[in-house]
């Protein structure tokens, strides 16, 4: 799993209670699914189809840096099964795990099509192959 991106908690981000609103941290993550499989599909039509075990393992609080996770489970035909977890970035302590997040590929027509991908692919080895 590749800890791509890193949020600041900011007093908008709070629920009723002072921690860090689940709601808030899954837009992130959903955010994050889908600019990982835009890029990893070179395709920026691509929408959230299931997400699956959502595990809010512990809080956090205003002022914490956490970091988004996100590993790839499986290439499928039109689809891009991947996982996800959110820790604290200065204690490693795991905030939220997500086991299973399938992002599917459309075409122009907002069908599912073939993505033709089957690994993951690094931007470096894309530029040494151009
Ligand atoms: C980033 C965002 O926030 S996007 C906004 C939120 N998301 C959306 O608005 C999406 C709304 N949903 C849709 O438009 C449609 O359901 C679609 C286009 C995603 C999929 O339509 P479907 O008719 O289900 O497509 P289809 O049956 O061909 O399945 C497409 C792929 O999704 C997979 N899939 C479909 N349903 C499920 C499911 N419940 N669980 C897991 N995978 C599923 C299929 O296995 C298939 O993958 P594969 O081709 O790799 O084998």
């Given amino acids: 799993m590749r800890f791509h ?20 941290l899954l837009a992130w993550i959903d955010e994050e699914a889908a600019l990982y499989t835009t890029i990893q599909l070179e395709n920026s039509k691509v929408v959230t189809k ?8 512990s809080s956090a609080q205003q002022g914490d840096i956490v970091e988004i996770g996100i590993g790839v489970k499986k290439f499928g ?3 891009l099964t991947i996982h996800s977890e959110v820790r604290n970035k200065m ?3 795991t905030i939220l795990t997500v086991d299973n997040i399938v992002m599917v590929n459309l075409g122009e027509d907002g069908k599912p099509t073939p ?10 080895d894309r530029l040494s192959n151009a």
């Fill in 5 to 24: 991106t890193r949020k600041w908690v900011k007093p908008e981000d709070l629920n009723p209670n002072g921690t860090l609103f689940g709601g808030r």
């Fill in 50 to 57: 299931y997400m699956s075990e959502i595990n809010f393992m």
């Fill in 77 to 79: 035909k039109t689809s």
């Fill in 91 to 93: 204690t490693r302590e």
């Fill in 115 to 124: 993505h033709g991908k089957t690994k993951i692919e690094f931007v470096k």
